[in-house]
């Protein structure tokens, strides 16, 4: 009997339509256009703006286009899981919300905190229940709306991170494209260097905590830099060795859009040319879960089936990992 594998199917997104650029941001805090380009690569970030709207709201509505693109039923799905560090509420899971915000009710769903490698860690869980062939078709959801737990009076933290949710369909197949392999890890020493101080239950919330400003994203920004440039090189090279892959075999890098130094490095690493890195930053910020789901979303067209892709994340936790697979279609009208 042929192996299964689970293979990305279709890929839906959203996107706020405010953009924050970096101009604008200079008024708000001591930060230059100059300075965000040089240093980090980003031009603007979208913001949820709009009153009442949470990561569940734009998450549902990436999973809607993905239902339509993929003329799928929402009772067809299986399961959702949605990778968030920004969910709608503590509990329950976000993905339940986005589950009945599109009318998937015969399913069950669960959240995946692993900060900026969700994606990744999220897609690593649910090929499992496709290859297992107890489902036909898991959705993962990337979704954050960083804007909310970010201090845009803290330089360091405002101008890297921006709102935005993407998903894919997997379905199996038995042919020689979907999840390949894939190589997760974490290292809980990180979490010293990279969190939101307040707001669990080590630190509940209080009059103090708002206060002092616990409830922000702090980050030392040197100490995630160096673990991140190493980690996500290492592991992007590490699946490219295990399987014998050279550079002219990859068709595409997609890494975690944080840094485009940690990118630039990631790639050098795994001596591919830049016009094999799919690079969104600029455009988008940082999106935590979502920068991986969405760089898929925003060069599906240019995807063909049998291209090997690598995907690589680096997050809070420290989390890191890579996934290799084999595209699975085609672009549309090919």
Same mark, same amino acid.
């Given at each position: 009997m042929a192996k299964i594998r689970a293979a990305i199917t279709g890929v839906g997104a959203y996107l706020p339509e405010y953009r924050l650029t970096n101009d604008e941001l200079?008024? +708000?805090?001591?930060? %230059?256009?100059?300075?965000?380009?040089?240093?980090?690569? #980003?031009k603007e970030r979208r913001i949820m703006k709009e009153e009442g709207k949470a990561t569940s709201d734009m998450g549902a509505e990436a999973v809607k286009q993905?239902?339509?693109?993929?003329?799928?039923?929402?009772d067809e799905i299986d399961l959702l899981i949605c990778a968030t560090i920004t969910p709608d509420m503590p509990f329950p899971a976000t993905a339940n919300f986005i589950a009945d915000k599109v009318g998937i009710h015969n399913s069950w769903s669960f959240d995946l905190n692993a900060a900026c490698s969700g994606f990744i860690f999220a897609l690593s869980t649910a090929s499992q229940f496709i290859e297992s062939g107890r489902y036909k078709k898991v959705i993962v959801v990337g979704a954050d709306m960083m804007s909310s737990i970010i201090n845009y009076n803290d330089r360091s933290t405002c101008p890297l991170f921006?709102?935005?949710?993407?998903?894919? +369909?997997?379905?199996? %197949?038995?042919?020689?494209?979907?999840i390949v392999?894939? #190589?997760?890890?974490?290292?809980?020493?990180?979490?010293?260097?990279?969190?939101?101080?307040?707001?669990?239950?080590?630190?509940p919330a209080s009059l103090e905590t708002i206060r002092d400003e616990k409830h922000f994203v702090y980050q030392e920004g040197q100490a995630v830099f160096k673990a991140a440039v190493s980690?996500?090189?290492?592991?992007?090279?590490?699946?490219?060795?295990?399987?014998?892959?050279?550079?002219?075999?990859?068709?595409?890098?997609?890494p975690h859009q944080a840094n485009m130094r940690i990118i630039e490095a990631t790639a050098r690493r795994m001596e591919i040319k830049k016009e094999q890195v799919m690079i969104n930053i600029q455009k988008y910020g940082n999106t935590t879960a979502?920068?991986?789901?969405?760089c898929l979303w925003d060069f599906e067209k240019q995807l063909k089936k049998?291209?090997?892709?690598?995907?690589?994340?680096?997050?809070?936790?420290?989390?890191?990992?890579?996934?290799?697979?084999?595209?699975?279609?085609?672009p549309e009208g090919n």
């Open positions: 200079s008024k +708000m805090v001591d930060t %230059t256009d100059e300075w965000i380009m040089k240093r980090i690569g #980003i993905l239902l339509q693109k993929t003329n799928t039923s929402a921006g709102d935005a949710a993407a998903a894919v +369909m997997l379905e199996p %197949t038995t042919d020689d494209t979907g392999d894939y #190589i997760n890890n974490v290292n809980g020493l990180g979490r010293y260097h990279l969190h939101m101080k307040a707001g669990g239950s080590l630190l980690s996500m090189a290492d592991v992007a090279v590490e699946i490219m060795k295990k399987h014998n892959l050279a550079s002219e075999d990859i068709a595409w890098l997609v979502a920068t991986i789901p969405l049998g291209d090997n892709v690598i995907l690589a994340a680096f997050g809070a936790g420290f989390t890191w990992g890579s996934v290799y697979l084999k595209w699975a279609y085609d």
